[in-house]
C-alpha cells in the first residue's frame, strides 16, 4: 500500500475515533452528573480515553505518512531541477581560466 492511500485512510479513522472518545466522554461527565452508579461512568470514562488516545495517535501516524509524501515530492522535485541543469550544460563548454597578466606580481 502507498503512502499517500496510508495517509487518505488513516486520517478520517482517527478523526473518528477521537470525535467518537469526545462524545464518550461527555456521556460518562452526564451519566455522572446525574448519579448514576461509578462503575457505570468510570468504565465509560476509561473507554471514552482509550478511543481518544487512539484517534490521536492513528491521526499522528497519518501525519507521518503526510510528511513523508511531502518530503518525497520535494526531493523528487529538485533532484529534477539539478538533473536539467546537468543534462542542458553541454561537455565542450569548459569554462577557461584567464590567464595572468604578465605584469602583475603575487
Same mark, same amino acid.
Given at each position: 500500500?502507498?503512502?499517500?492511500?496510508?495517509?487518505?485512510?488513516?486520517?478520517?479513522?482517527?478523526?473518528?475515533?477521537?470525535?467518537?472518545?469526545?462524545? #464518550?466522554?461527555?456521556?460518562?461527565t452526564?451519566?455522572?452528573?446525574?448519579?448514576?452508579?461509578?462503575?457505570?461512568?468510570?468504565?465509560?470514562?476509561?473507554?471514552?480515553?482509550?478511543?481518544? #488516545?487512539?484517534?490521536?495517535?492513528?491521526?499522528?501516524?497519518?501525519?507521518r505518512?503526510?510528511?513523508?509524501? #511531502?518530503?518525497?515530492?520535494?526531493?523528487?522535485?529538485?533532484?529534477?531541477?539539478i538533473?536539467?541543469?546537468v #543534462?542542458?550544460?553541454?561537455?565542450?563548454?569548459?569554462?577557461s581560466? +584567464?590567464a595572468?597578466?604578465p605584469? +602583475?606580481?603575487?
Amino acid at each position: 500500500m502507498s503512502t499517500r492511500t496510508k495517509w487518505m485512510i488513516l486520517t478520517p479513522i482517527g478523526l473518528i475515533l477521537f470525535s467518537f472518545g469526545l462524545i #464518550n466522554l461527555t456521556e460518562a461527565t452526564y451519566q455522572r452528573r446525574t448519579g448514576q452508579p461509578t462503575q457505570v461512568w468510570v468504565v465509560l470514562g476509561i473507554y471514552s480515553l482509550v478511543l481518544i #488516545n487512539s484517534g490521536l495517535v492513528i491521526f499522528g501516524e497519518a501525519l507521518r505518512f503526510r510528511t513523508m509524501v #511531502n518530503i518525497r515530492r520535494e526531493t523528487r522535485r529538485s533532484m529534477r531541477q539539478i538533473m536539467r541543469k546537468v #543534462n542542458t550544460k553541454s561537455p565542450g563548454k569548459a569554462k577557461s581560466k +584567464k590567464a595572468k597578466s604578465p605584469t +602583475k606580481t603575487d
